[in-house]
């Protein structure tokens, strides 16, 4: 992340040992955490094989699994959501919405409580319905058991546009985790980078520029 994109989330993510106190700081660099996260969602690899600049992948598991199961994914997707709402012109909350589903693999690690087989998609895994708003903005994100059959929804163009934008993720091209919770922590993780570079854009941009005209 850079700064302006750690700025929008970085109180969010509980700087404190002691949620809702002024505790001792944590140990561990959330923001690296973060880019932990981020660095799994955008590679597929697996968490042992989390590079060494980063924090232990342990440490950076642990966090996604808290992250996910406390809502704090959703938090961060909430604020940047209507920021970018807010940017568009539009009401920060949104007044419509649309939802559609896809059908995951899941890797060996699914268990079968939580796995179905989708007839319609030939997929054995999960279901992830999503919920967008007009502009493609997640605002929700349900993981069920892959069942039933292909139907056409009004509109449903819009959610898979925001699912071609997520699928460059390559962790969420196949579902390994236990626990579908912490699946629907991947959506929004990367949803919530996604957002995070829709709003400093310009920032990128601007910098880009400077770098290319004092390279001359």
């Given at each position: 992340?850079?700064?302006?994109?750690?700025?929008?989330?970085?109180?969010?993510?509980?700087?404190?040992?002691?949620?809702?106190?002024?505790?001792?700081?944590?140990?561990?660099?959330?923001?690296?955490?973060?880019?932990?996260?981020?660095?799994?969602?955008?590679?597929?690899?697996?968490?042992?094989?989390?590079?060494?600049?980063?924090?232990?992948?342990?440490?950076?598991?642990?966090?996604?699994?808290?992250?996910?199961?406390?809502?704090?994914?959703?938090?961060?997707?909430?604020?940047?959501?209507?920021?970018?709402?807010?940017?568009?012109?539009?009401?920060?909350?949104p007044?419509?919405?649309?939802?559609?589903?896809r059908?995951?693999?899941?890797?060996?690690?699914?268990?079968?409580?939580?796995?179905g087989?989708?007839?319609?998609?030939?997929?054995?895994?999960?279901?992830?319905?999503?919920?967008?708003?007009?502009?493609?903005?997640?605002?929700?994100?349900?993981?069920?058991?892959?069942?039933?059959?292909?139907?056409?929804?009004?509109?449903?163009?819009?959610?898979?546009?925001?699912?071609?934008?997520?699928?460059?993720?390559r962790?969420?091209?196949?579902?390994?985790?236990?626990?579908?919770?912490?699946?629907?922590?991947?959506?929004?993780?990367?949803?919530?980078?996604?957002?995070?570079?829709?709003?400093?854009?310009?920032?990128?941009s601007?910098?880009?520029?400077?770098?290319i005209?004092?390279?001359?």
């Amino acid at each position: 992340m850079s700064d302006e994109e750690w700025a929008l989330i970085a109180d969010l993510v509980e700087p404190y040992s002691s949620r809702g106190k002024m505790g001792r700081p944590v140990k561990n660099d959330r923001r690296a955490v973060v880019d932990g996260i981020f660095y799994v969602a955008a590679t597929g690899c697996q968490w042992r094989a989390l590079p060494e600049k980063y924090p232990h992948w342990n440490t950076v598991h642990r966090y996604h699994l808290i992250w996910s199961s406390d809502g704090t994914w959703e938090r961060i997707c909430d604020r940047l959501r209507g920021l970018v709402r807010e940017k568009e012109g539009r009401e920060e909350a949104p007044s419509a919405s649309i939802i559609d589903a896809r059908s995951v693999r899941g890797a060996a690690t699914v268990g079968a409580a939580t796995r179905g087989y989708d007839a319609g998609k030939k997929v054995n895994g999960r279901k992830v319905f999503g919920v967008v708003d007009t502009l493609g903005l997640l605002v929700a994100v349900v993981t069920l058991v892959a069942s039933g059959r292909f139907e056409v929804l009004p509109r449903r163009w819009v959610v898979e546009r925001t699912w071609s934008w997520l699928m460059n993720n390559r962790r969420l091209q196949v579902d390994y985790e236990r626990d579908p919770k912490v699946s629907e922590g991947f959506v929004w993780a990367a949803h919530s980078r996604l957002l995070m570079r829709r709003l400093t854009a310009e920032a990128h941009s601007e910098a880009r520029w400077w770098n290319i005209r004092d390279s001359l």
